[in-house]
Structure formats: structure tokens, C-alpha cells
């Protein structure tokens, strides 16, 4: 049975095949840790860098709670007319303040090994033995001393005058966290010691510096508790629960507000500093959620929305489906140059589509968080404050006002049970809401912005398209986005593939330093003036993408232009023999960048759009991708540049040449001398004339002497 075939069969389902035996494939050293690198990551990327950074963090701030719970007694006897909170202290047997001074130095060697060991002065074997076998003893020490103490609370009587201190639940509270990033450590040594990646920790600096901001930040919280529960003559605690709502600007107040001349005066410098250190910890937590969440993230629903495209051709109908309600049909028959850019458009609304997904699914997932830590953080308050009547209800409010720093202050925790958890859930609200309200900066916040822009557009700002706007308005609102940069014109406006080819190297013809090269005429000169002149294309282009490389967001590059870049980089999109199907291997080229193997070793160099070796898959921005590729290969034609090597240059020319440029331009330039609508008139232009229409200098030397 005949079908019809859209011309993108084959290189889809070759694409397909790609990725099925994709740890299969001999493939260059780089390409494949590239493809390493995209892939593996998105799979093993919590295990090899996002629990090494929590337990970098959370370590220090388990290690604070365990201060605290050696700080005072765990039980307290409560006399008539007063609650827990002003209870007289009991003493603690001595076994147990020894077994928990135990397990804060185990719980501080391992805290130590894990720094030394990010710090590469510590083996990561002996330094993971360390840091795993202390956090598991810490947090068995304090579960035993848990259970210990709540056992003799049964033993007294009446047990309505006695109740558990802070301490006893900032020892519930470490013993939770050691054994949470102790098992999740155990995951990163399995990951490293199967193979996934190196053995050691892939952190970057600026997770480092969220630790490290981190460790101060709780160190300075313990030093001003510490202080002011002196000035002011609060319990230690009870001074670092002041301390947290202060520096979170929470301000509950209630009794605890600074009286004295000291503390007031003190207040002026403590909070301004912290704060100012609070704000560092939300920036650095931000730019890591935008740093590796986002590529992360991005990186797999790409590859996954690539799959499910590829999988979705229909051979009988000529369609591919894009989406539950979109679908593209491919004409046919097509060029070799046409079926690359139904590649690359393909392509470029996968990622389009890969990337609005991302946006609302991490919105989705950080609004469910920040909802979880509400209602459930709104769970605990109800049970812990039931003796001061709050409801459901009241703790949801207390909860919520606290979460957005609004804090009136009418409700404010009085149990030595939600004190502790007052401070631990603050802590835990400061990176879930950095990280919801970076993901709504993506979505809601910037379509609330695009739709000012529309509105505007068709109300306040007549000029830029009045009423017409709205029927763009609709189109753009329907592909997810309102408002659209000029950047991103359709390429239909702006040519074909040759032309925008010919107009950029027309551009670079016209400078002055190619007209040693335009002077060299003769037959034996022309290899050295055309490697001359790409040598000063691809400089020309490196320092244009230089500037690229900066703009945020990324710049993304039509087809037309990366034909263009491609061409330089000895790869022809009209030239099947450089992009057929993946998996087929052919010998380097020596005019082709060298991507990591000896030359004249066969490997896997030729790539579809559709494919996973697409430079749109890449894990590097599109003018990073090209600004590398173009650096390589400007190293690899010096090269050539030596007398040793003129045989080989001479084999492989450049991919560009004046001859055939000038060829082109002329017959697609009606102004050129030699297009037939400018027979009759070129030898009536004068010199200056001639050079203002891009005729070369040598060729108006040639007519008018």
C-alpha cells in the first residue's frame, strides 16, 4: 500500500531510533558527553548536586537546633495560673545531657567531612563514610533521648503540671533533619560508586555560597538570641524565637519586644544586618531555582516533548502532531534545504511548547508546595495552640499572615511545642516562596505585564497598531504569548536562505581589510585570498556573537541564520552528505571542526534537527553553541595557515569563496554590472557609483582602469 510521505519520515523515525539506542551509538567524545550531560543529569541531577546542597544546608541549621537542645532542661514543672511557657525547669538526668552533647560532636564531625570534603582536602569515600555514619548516630542518639524522655513524662504525676520544654522539640526537629540528609547522602554515594558521575560533589560556587550565606545567617541568629536574651532577661529560646520573627520581618511582638534603652538601640544595626543577610540567602536561592532547576527541568520535558513528536508522524496523512489539538502537514516533495527547515521549524515549536510546559509546571509545583507548608504548617500551630483556642481556621490566618511578613501580631504562638516549630517553618518559607515567586515572574507576573502592553497598545497607544492590534492580540494570546519582541519577525520577511547568505557576506566585503585579499586575481592566489577572507568572516562573527552570548533571555537565530553558520562551519543544509540520517558515521573532514577525535577517525558527525545531537537540544544557549563551534574552528584553520600544511588546505579549501560569492551576488543583485537589468547602464556608472553598489574594488579597476 502506497503512502504519502511528507519528507520527514525517514529523518523522524531515524531520530527516533537515536534516541532508543542512544547509550548504543559510537559517538565522538564530545557529542557524547554533551548528550551525558543533557540526559543523565536530568535523571541523577538530585543525587549528585541537589542533596549534597541540602544537606550542605540544612546541616548547619541541624546543628543549631541541636545547640538549642542542649541549651535548657527538657521538662518543666508548670505552678497554678501559668502555662507551659513560664514553667520552672526540672533537672535533666546526666546521662542524657551526655548522650545529647554526644551527638552534637558526631553531628558536628560529619558537618565538618561534608565541608572538607566540597573543599577537596577530604577523599570522597572516607569523607562520605564520615559524614553518613555521624548524621545516622546523631540522629539515633536524639530519637532514643526522645523516647527516654517521653516514657518518664508518664512517671510524674499529675502530669497536667508538668510539661516538654522547646528543647525537648528542637531535639525532635535535628534528629528528623540528620536522618533525612544522612539517607540522602546514602543516595549520593550510590549514584557516584554506580557510575552516574564522578566521585565528588558537582557543586557550583554559587551553591556554595548559599551554604556558606546559610551557616552565617544561623550563626548570627544564635549569637543575637544569645545576646539579647541577656540584655533583656528573656530565656535563650524564647530569644531566638524573638530573633527569627525579627529578622524574617514578620514582627508578632506580644511579650517579646525589645524594653530596655540597649536592646532598642542594638536593634538598629542587628536587624538591618540580618536582613541584609537574609537577602543574600533569597538571591542566591533564586539564581540556583533559575540556574539548574530551570535547565534541568527544561532539559527533560524537551526530550520528552521530542519524543512524543517524533513518535506522532503519520505517515498517511503527511502530518505531524505537535500537540493534543495541533498538527502540521509537511508538502511534499521537498528540497534537501526544504526538509531542513520543516526540520528546524518543527523543532523550534517543540521547544516553544517544552518551555511554556516548564513554566506552568514549575509554577504549579512551587504553588503546591508553598500550599503544603501553609495548611499543613496551619495543622500543627491548631494542635500545638488548642489550649489557647485557636480553631483550623485561626491557624490558617495566623499562618498566611505570617508567610507574606504581614504579622499583626493579634495571634502569636504561646506553646513550647509551636515555638520551635515557628522557627523551623519560617526557615523552611524562605527558598519555597523565593522559588514560587521566581516561577510567577515567568508566567503570571509577565502576562500581566504582556497584557498591559496589548491593552496599551489598543487604547493609550494608538500609534502602535490601534484597533488592528487586537486581532494580533488574539493570534499572539492563542501561542501563549501577547506580546512579541521584533526579534522574532517570521523569516518569510526577511528572505530566502541565499540571500540573507549572500547580505552578510556582502557586509564583510565591503570592509577595508579584505581588499588585500579582493587584489590577489590571479588563479594561484585565489586559495590563499579565500582563506584570507573566511579566516576574517569567522573573527567577524566570533566578536558579533560575543556580544550575543550576553543577552538575556537567549537570542534564538532564525534557520536562515544558522544556514549561514553552519556554511562557515563547512556544513551546507543543501548538502545531504553533511546532515543524513543519525547513526551513519563518515570521516572528518579536515574543514570541519575538530569536536574531540583524531583526524581521519570515522564517527558520528551528521545530525537531523529533529535529533538528539540538534544544536536546539544542546544545554548551552544557541550563540554559546555557535561561538564555540566557530572558536574551534577558526583554531583548526590557522592551522593550515603553516607552510607544513599548505597540501592539505589545498585539498580542503574553504567552505567560502570570493569567486563563487561574487558569482552569486551579481546575478541576484539587480544593481550588480552584471545582472541583466544592469547590462545597459554598468558601463555608463562611474567609479564611485559602482563601489556605493558593493562592486568590488578590483572589478571597478578592471572597467575603468
Not at 502506497?2 to 527516533?16: K, N
Request: net charge neutral.
Amino acid at each position: 500500500m502506497s503512502h504519502v510521505d511528507p519528507g520527514l519520515d525517514e529523518p523522524m523515525r531515524q531520530a527516533e531510533k537515536d534516541v532508543e539506542r542512544n547509550d548504543n551509538q559510537p559517538t565522538e567524545d564530545q557529542a557524547k558527553k554533551e548528550e551525558e550531560v543533557y540526559l543523565d543529569p536530568g535523571r541523577w541531577w538530585l543525587a549528585s548536586t541537589a542533596f549534597p546542597l541540602i544537606a550542605g544546608t540544612f546541616g548547619p541549621i541541624s546543628n543549631a537546633f541541636s545547640i538549642c537542645a542542649l541549651a535548657i532542661k527538657w521538662r518543666v514543672y508548670i505552678p497554678p495560673d501559668t502555662n507551659e511557657a513560664h514553667g520552672q525547669p526540672l533537672a535533666d538526668p546526666k546521662w542524657l545531657t551526655a548522650i545529647n552533647a554526644i551527638s552534637l560532636a558526631f553531628a558536628l564531625v560529619a558537618n565538618i567531612a561534608l565541608s572538607l570534603s566540597m573543599a577537596r582536602r577530604l577523599s570522597f569515600g572516607i569523607a562520605q563514610a564520615i559524614i553518613i555514619s555521624g548524621w545516622y548516630i546523631a540522629s539515633f542518639l536524639l530519637i532514643g533521648l526522645v523516647a527516654a524522655c517521653s516514657t518518664s513524662m508518664f512517671l510524674l504525676q499529675p502530669k497536667t503540671d508538668h510539661a516538654l520544654t522547646q528543647a525537648y522539640y528542637y531535639g525532635i526537629i535535628a534528629a528528623a533533619l540528620y536522618f533525612i540528609i544522612a539517607s540522602m547522602m546514602v543516595m549520593t554515594t550510590i549514584g557516584a560508586y554506580t557510575g552516574h558521575y564522578r566521585k565528588g560533589f558537582k557543586l557550583t560556587s554559587s551553591q556554595r555560597t548559599l551554604m556558606l550565606q546559610t551557616i552565617m545567617f544561623m550563626v548570627y541568629l544564635l549569637l543575637g538570641a544569645l545576646v539579647y536574651s541577656h540584655i533583656e532577661g528573656w530565656p535563650f529560646l524564647d530569644a531566638l524565637f524573638w530573633a527569627e520573627f525579627t529578622l524574617l520581618t514578620v514582627g508578632l511582638g506580644g511579650e517579646f519586644v525589645p524594653l530596655t534603652h540597649s536592646g532598642r538601640g542594638l536593634l538598629f544595626p542587628y536587624a538591618i544586618a540580618g536582613i541584609v543577610m537574609l537577602g543574600l540567602v533569597v538571591g542566591s536561592v533564586r539564581s540556583l531555582a533559575l540556574e539548574r532547576g530551570k535547565q534541568k527541568m527544561s532539559a527533560r520535558l524537551l526530550e520528552m516533548r521530542r519524543e512524543s513528536v517524533i513518535r506522532s508522524l503519520d505517515n498517511h496523512e503527511g502530518s505531524v502532531k505537535l500537540g493534543a489539538f495541533e498538527k502540521i502537514k509537511v508538502k511534499q516533495p521537498l528540497s534537501e534545504r526544504e526538509r531542513r527547515e520543516e526540520e528546524f521549524k518543527i523543532m523550534r515549536r517543540v521547544q516553544r511548547k517544552a518551555d511554556k510546559r516548564r513554566r506552568y509546571y514549575a509554577l504549579a509545583m512551587s504553588s503546591l508546595a508553598a500550599c503544603l507548608l501553609w495548611c499543613l504548617g496551619a495543622m500543627v500551630f491548631w494542635f500545638s495552640e488548642k489550649p489557647q483556642g485557636w480553631s483550623y481556621f485561626v491557624s490558617l490566618y495566623f499562618t498566611y499572615t505570617t508567610l507574606l511578613t504581614i504579622g499583626y501580631g493579634d495571634y502569636t504562638p504561646q506553646s513550647n511545642s509551636a515555638k520551635p516549630f515557628f522557627v523551623f517553618w519560617t526557615l523552611l518559607a524562605v527558598p519555597t516562596l523565593t522559588i514560587l515567586i521566581s516561577n510567577m515572574g515567568d508566567t503570571v507576573i509577565q502576562a500581566f505585564e504582556d497584557l498591559t502592553i496589548w491593552l496599551g497598545s489598543i487604547t493609550v497607544l494608538p500609534d502602535e497598531g490601534g484597533f488592528q492590534a487586537l486581532k494580533v492580540g488574539f493570534q499572539r494570546l492563542r501561542e501563549g504569548k501577547l506580546y512579541k519582541s521584533p526579534d522574532n519577525e517570521d523569516e518569510k520577511n526577511q528572505g530566502s536562505a541565499e540571500e540573507i547568505i549572500l547580505d552578510r557576506l556582502a557586509r564583510h566585503m565591503e570592509e577595508e581589510e579584505i581588499e588585500e585579499a579582493e587584489e590577489a586575481e590571479t588563479e594561484l592566489d585565489s586559495l590563499e585570498r579565500d582563506i584570507r577572507f573566511y579566516h576574517f568572516v569567522l573573527a567577524k562573527e566570533i566578536r558579533a556573537l560575543m556580544k550575543d552570548v550576553s543577552m538575556s533571555p537567549p537570542k534564538e537565530y532564525t534557520y536562515h541564520e544558522w544556514a549561514y553558520f553552519l556554511l562557515l562551519l563547512g556544513q551546507d543544509e543543501s548538502d545531504a552528505s553533511h546532515h543524513t540520517r543519525p547513526g551513519l558515521k563518515h570521516t572528518i573532514l579536515p574543514h570541519e571542526p575538530d569536536l574531540g577525535t583524531a583526524e581521519g577517525v570515522e564517527h558520528e558527525n551528521r545530525w537531523s534537527w529533529l535529533g538528539i545531537r540538534s544544536p536546539l537540544m544542546s544545554n548551552q544557549s544557541e550563540a554559546q553553541w555557535l561561538l564555540e563551534r566557530l572558536t574551534m574552528t577558526l583554531e583548526l584553520e590557522m592551522r593550515k595557515m603553516q607552510p607544513a600544511n599548505r597540501k592539505e588546505a589545498e585539498l580542503n579549501p574553504p567552505p567560502i569563496s570570493m569567486r563563487d560569492f561574487r558569482s552569486k551576488h551579481r546575478k541576484s543583485d539587480p544593481h550588480s554590472p552584471s545582472h541583466p537589468q544592469s547590462k545597459s547602464t554598468s558601463k555608463s556608472l562611474g567609479p564611485d557609483k559602482l563601489l556605493d553598489q558593493g562592486v568590488s574594488r578590483a572589478e571597478v579597476r578592471r572597467r575603468h582602469g
